[in-house]
């Protein structure tokens, strides 16, 4: 195979036929490929990508009355990274107070994305324009300038503003086929001076449509509206139309929790002095928010070049074909199996099972699902079937497969066919012949044929000489010497179980008399507490005076010690320490390995 007829094989639709032998290693190339693809469009087209480091100024609002507040705003996107705080911002006729920054993260598609908004707070002396002039910031290493800003003050009241939140309903495309898939996005809009404190999953009515469910939202820019700075939520779905007609989507729905400023800063204004706090009081109101209606003109699909066996697919879609298994030895009435992919964009709920492009010659099975990842019908998508088919007729290959579809960019009915696969069909095997004398062998597999009359001679009543179940006739003569040698290793192993339960027995018994008597128990039951895991400090030097007063009781008379000992001396007195001196934080930690091991050579050097 050389490396022109490779890379073609490599390509979707390649016609090329490939000797068994590659297949396997171009699949595994396949597949490296496609890996390699998605790791580069996670890199390129990932959040983390696009965003990073993004700076960008605001001012909200940009035309205030005089002695009402402004807030200007320098937002960072993209990677956690070092801010630099800007000196302060001076503007003739202007007074600024700030900044006060406010920090937040986000994931999406396993990428965290940082988010930090420096923000001042405005407002002028007298009317007129004031220009904020570009900063200068550091992120991260970089030095960023930001926008130049204008703020118009003027001497009567200014525009109208409301903080009321907002919601959007928008269909990408409003003119498109029955079936097709366009996104629909559902954005909720918050005011900067208002605080979001929980929200609902959007909904909408779904008759005569398939909207896809909403996924979690994501990060989005701020947006301007008549001239005050709102946050966004966006959802971002899909939807098809089921039927022909002007359709109306919507409107959408969006249950929210939202907290206002109250009082005098709810209008904008400022206390005397100088504009508001930022730690102002706050009104909590729960919003149900309602979108506008879309309409949309919903196209029946041509009936001009529409295949036979086209089955309401809507889309882009590839196919191919592969052997579900290696096929061996193949015969006239052999099974074989056949995975067939569909991958592509698109409706892949109307998508059905492709079908042999010739039939002639095999008999097919119903299909099954196997695999499949649908998504929104906006990204790439997959689904496999599992094709079982049974040859009635030698053949050198199987069929291609064939999928019909219509693609709404060009509006036209297109069909992608998989190549044939090789194997080898041979022909079924023959049945013996008769021998002249012989009685023909009975075929059974007649439902009318006669059941065997069952012969003493037959094999099926035959017994065999000797059985793998367990006899019950009398035992060999050799069997009882068999029994003997089994009893010696079983009474050895009853015998040392026996002697660990005495023993434990009598030291069971004998901490309990001491118990009774009023006098610390053994020495080496002590030291068995020692092996206890995770002791602390406290526990550990409790033990350790338990120890050494059962050393001194339990020792034989005239052997006691007559002088003191320091190292004992010093566990005594740390003991003190643990217990009685208040020193809780370090009483109450493990004890290091290091001090265990020391402390315990200690105690069993005292032992001795």
């Known amino acids: 195979m050389n490396f022109s007829m490779m890379i073609s094989a490599l390509l979707p639709g390649q016609k090329w036929r490939v000797p068994p032998a590659h297949r396997r290693p171009l699949h595994q190339i396949r597949l490296l490929l496609a890996s390699v693809t998605a790791s580069l469009a996670t890199l390129v087209f990932s959040p983390s990508g696009l965003m990073a480091q993004q700076v960008s100024a605001t001012l909200s609002p940009a035309i205030v009355a005089q002695g009402q507040v402004a807030e200007y705003a320098i937002t960072y996107e993209g990677p956690q990274v070092n801010i630099e705080q800007p000196e302060s911002i001076e503007v003739p006729g202007l007074e600024i107070q700030g900044p006060q920054s406010q920090q937040s993260f986000s994931r999406i598609n396993n990428v965290t994305l940082y988010r930090v908004e420096l923000m001042w707070q405005i407002m002028a002396s007298a009317p007129g324009r004031y ?13 960023y ?26 269909v990408a495309k409003t003119d498109l086929y ?7 996005t559902i954005t909720a809009l918050f005011h900067r001076r208002t605080q979001l404190r929980n929200y609902d999953h959007p909904k909408m009515p779904r008759e005569n449509f398939v909207v896809k469910r909403f996924p979690p939202p994501g990060p989005a820019p701020s947006v301007e509206v008549n001239g005050e700075r709102f946050q966004p939520v966006q959802f971002s779905s899909s939807l098809s139309a089921l039927r022909e007609g002007d359709l109306v989507v919507g409107p959408a729905t969006l249950e929210s929790v939202v907290d206002f400023p109250a009082g005098q800063d709810a209008g904008g204004g400022g206390r005397p002095g100088f504009p508001q706090s930022f730690f102002q009081r706050m009104n909590t109101r729960q919003l149900t928010l309602t979108s506008e209606a879309v309409t949309l003109k919903v196209k029946p699909l041509p009936t001009a070049g529409k295949p036979a066996d086209f089955a309401g697919a809507v889309g882009q879609f590839t196919l191919m074909s592969r052997l579900a298994q290696p096929p061996g030895e ?6 074989v199996a056949v995975d067939l992919i569909v991958t592509g964009e698109g409706n892949f709920d109307s998508l059905s099972s492709p079908l042999p492009a010739q039939s002639e010659g095999w008999k097919q099975y119903p299909s099954k699902v196997v695999q499949e990842y649908r998504g929104t019908g906006l990204e790439p998508g997959s689904q496999m079937w599992n094709q079982v088919i049974v040859p009635q007729q030698p053949a050198n290959e199987i069929p291609a497969f064939a999928l019909s579809f219509f693609d709404p960019a060009t509006g036209t009915y297109q069909t992608v066919v998989s190549p044939p696969l090789p194997v080898r069909v041979l022909p079924a095997e023959e049945k013996p012949a008769v021998v002249a004398g012989e009685a023909p ?4 597999s007649v439902v009318d044929a006669a059941l065997p009359e069952e012969q003493l001679n037959d094999i099926l009543t035959l017994r065999p000489e000797s059985s793998p179940w367990v006899s019950l006739q009398t035992a060999p003569s050799g069997a009882s010497l068999w ?11 009853l015998a040392i179980i026996g002697l660990g339960w005495s023993r434990h027995h009598r030291r ?19 030291r068995r507490d020692f092996q206890r895991p995770h002791l602390t ?31 004992r001396d010093a566990l005594l007195a740390r003991q003190s320490l643990y217990c009685y001196a208040g020193a809780e934080a370090e009483a109450a930690a493990p004890i290091p390995p290091t001090e265990f091991a020391e402390s315990l050579d200690t105690l069993d050097s005292l032992a001795r």
């Not at 029955?178 to 629909?184: I, K, M, N, R, S």
């Not at 029994?483 to 192993?493: M, S, Y």
């Not at 033990?543 to 003191?564: C, K, M, N, V, Y």
């Open 537 to 567: 400090r406290r526990e550990f030097y409790t033990l350790a005076r338990e120890f050494i007063e059962s050393i001194d009781h339990h020792q034989p008379s005239g052997t006691q010690r007559a002088t003191p000992h320091p190292e």
């Open 330 to 335: 193949l015969r006239v009435g052999d099974p």
């Open 441 to 444: 062998a009975q075929d059974f």
């Open 508 to 526: 069971r018994q004998t901490a309990r008399r001491l118990a009774l008597e009023g006098r610390p128990r053994l020495p080496a039951d002590v």
């Open 178 to 184: 029955v079936g097709e898939v366009t996104p629909v």
């Open 131 to 143: 220009t904020i002039p570009a900063q200068t910031l550091n992120f991260g290493g970089r030095t």
């Open 145 to 170: 300038t930001t926008n130049e800003l204008t703020l118009e003050v003027r001497d009567g009241p200014a525009p109208t503003s409301s903080m009321e939140p907002l919601l959007r309903l928008t």
């Open 483 to 493: 029994w003997a040698a089994q009893a010696v290793p079983a009474a050895a192993l």
